[in-house]
């Protein structure tokens, strides 16, 4: 994966991977930018977030499963210090369906953290990642 960075104006940068629309970043105005643009650590959450959301739907879907809808929330802690890396992450998956079991969640959790998001294996790295689940059934 390649991916390129150009400088917008004064710390606001826009990223773009070969085949992906651009992202912009920015930091915040108190240390020198605009606030035009979403902070790295922030994409990075969005990214760690999205990787898991990604791979529980689609296990979830391989198992046959009345899924119709899902939505996660993520909160993720910084270190004070630098390096300030994620030290702990919180995914809540919110499901919704018709007579979903919450063993066919946890399950499609557990892969996702321990097997197929790539994301959250390195983000263990330097984090706890927990991760919490609802189930809201749907007629």
Known sequence: MKIRISQIDGLAVAGKAEDSPW???DAPLNVGGQGGGAR???VMLIGM???AAMDVISI???RRLDLRRYE???EGTIADEHPKV???IKLVHK?????IKASDVERAIQLTDEKYCGALTMAKKTAEVVHEY???EMD
Do not use: S
């Open 23 to 25: 992202v912009t970043m």
């Open 60 to 62: 979830l879907n391989k």
């Open 40 to 42: 790295p650590m922030q």
């Open 86 to 88: 994620f030290t702990h």
């Open 72 to 74: 996660m929330e993520a």
């Open 95 to 99: 499901i919704f369906g018709k007579d």
């Open 134 to 136: 609802e189930i809201r």
């Open 49 to 51: 977030a999205g990787c």
